[in-house]
């Protein structure tokens, strides 16, 4: 698949595959086309040549409506910068995706209250966007990227703000889901010691994606 932002192209030729329950790991420099490669794979944007398959079926063929209920349903995305909703508290914000599928509030503040729980979050439940830290509302982001369980988790940089014991615990999270429910987690990531943990690793440069052979240490 390729991407071009009008003249610039921001992803070549990329073949990119994952299985379920396996973990990629994609580093790169700066304006590498990292984001550029996620957004594409979650069907935030679309490609300019090629396809993005998920199950048997071209993320191009959707029409809106389908495509935003499989992001929605089957997806959970973590973005570079966060993107809480501000007019709603910690716990709402986690249990967003759980609320949209139907689930009674009550219900949904549950379980994004247990994710919560072991990102070390408890205490900030009632607390707004705004009266958190950066590093506090990115694993916010990442609790409710996980919390409806979805198929397939891409995240980009979720641990870039974290101190090592929260990046820990962000990255126990996604071992979890992917070992207990088979989610496939598609990493992005600067971190080597988050890196070294995925099942496959990338390196991106200049929009061209290479597998990296790992050094065994
Ligand atoms: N919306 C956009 N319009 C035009 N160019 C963009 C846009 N977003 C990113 N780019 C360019 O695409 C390239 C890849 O960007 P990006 O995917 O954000 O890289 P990375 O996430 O690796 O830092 C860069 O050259 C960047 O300047
Ligand atoms: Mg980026």
Redesign the pocket.
């Known amino acids: 698949m390729d991407l071009l932002?009008?003249a610039?192209s921001?992803v070549r030729n990329v073949e990119f595959s994952l299985g379920r329950g396996r973990i990629a790991a994609i580093t790169?420099?700066?304006?590498?086309?990292?984001?550029?490669?996620l957004y594409c794979l979650a069907g935030v944007l679309p490609v300019s040549s090629g396809e993005v398959q998920f199950d048997g079926r071209s993320l191009g063929s959707l029409n809106d409506e389908e495509l935003s209920t499989l992001r929605r349903e089957r997806f959970g995305f973590v973005f570079?910068y966060g993107e809480l909703l501000p007019e709603l508290t910690v716990e709402e914000n986690a249990a967003l995706p759980l609320w949209l599928a139907g689930k009674r509030k009550a219900e949904a503040l549950a379980v994004a209250g247990e994710i919560l729980g072991r990102l070390g979050l408890s205490d900030l439940r009632k607390r707004r966007p705004s009266q958190v830290s950066g590093g506090q509302s990115q694993r916010v982001a990442v609790a409710r990227a996980l919390v409806h369980r979805p198929a397939v988790v891409f995240a980009?940089e979720p641990t870039g703000s974290l101190d090592s014991g929260n990046a820990t615990a962000v990255l126990e999270e996604f071992l979890n889901l992917a070992r207990s429910q088979g989610t496939a987690v598609v990493l992005?990531t600067h971190d080597n010691q988050v890196a070294h943990r995925a099942d496959d690793c990338y390196v991106?440069c200049d929009?061209v994606l290479t597998t990296q052979v790992r050094e065994t240490s």
């Open positions: 932002y009008g610039t921001a790169g420099q700066s304006g590498s086309g990292k984001s550029s490669l570079q980009d992005v991106m929009g």
